[in-house]
């Protein structure tokens, strides 16, 4: 019989970053507004050995991204609560609470909450990154005021991220 390669994902022998045990309460953690979302960071890229990154986030109705690309990292989204509608590779999707869909890198992607109260999903990226453009963008836009389209482009751009259209919300 063979001897299993240090490459085999399932024997744990090859070499990946080592984890640190975490736990968050419901509402803990750091949260941060990216835009129209208020995005609760559940593993950031430093604790998950950049591995990936791992969020909850809260979008208000009419709210959601622009429609964009992402060069670097692949997109995992799984709805918790509430109605999105999504747009991946020009083919648009209703998300009800337990739908899942994945927006691998490259592809052109967008949602929004088509709903009439707040919603939430679970979003996951693989690899990690994308957690430091959220802090940075959140950092970036006066509350209140709108967001200034050229600097988020040049926020996330550094991430590989590129905006290629306007949000299906609208805002």
């Known amino acids: 019989m063979s001897k299993p390669s240090d490459s085999n994902a399932h024997t744990g022998t ?19 507004q990216v835009v129209t979302d208020l995005v609760r960071i559940l593993a950031d890229t ?13 979008t208000m109705p009419g709210g959601g991204p622009p429609l964009h ?17 999504f747009v991946l590779d ?4 209703v998300a009800d609470p337990g739908a899942f869909l ?21 979003v996951i990226t693989m690899p990690g990154g994308l957690d430091g453009p959220f ?9 209140q005021a709108a967001p200034d389209p050229a600097v988020l482009g040049r926020i996330f751009g550094r991430h590989g991220i590129e905006f290629l259209g306007p949000p299906l919300g609208g805002h």
């Open 102 to 122: 994945v927006a691998p890198r490259g592809s052109t992607h967008t949602f929004t909450n088509a709903g009439s109260g707040p919603g939430r999903m679970l």
């Open 135 to 143: 802090r940075e963008a959140a950092t970036a836009v006066v509350p």
């Open 90 to 93: 020009g083919r648009r999707f």
């Open 14 to 32: 090859h070499s990946r970053p080592v984890l640190t045990p975490r736990f968050l309460g419901p509402g803990e953690g750091e949260q941060v």
């Open 46 to 58: 430093a604790s998950t050995g950049g591995m990936c990154n791992i969020f909850e986030s809260r």
């Open 69 to 85: 690309r992402h060069s670097v990292d692949d997109e995992f989204f799984f709805i918790l609560h509430g109605r999105f509608e």
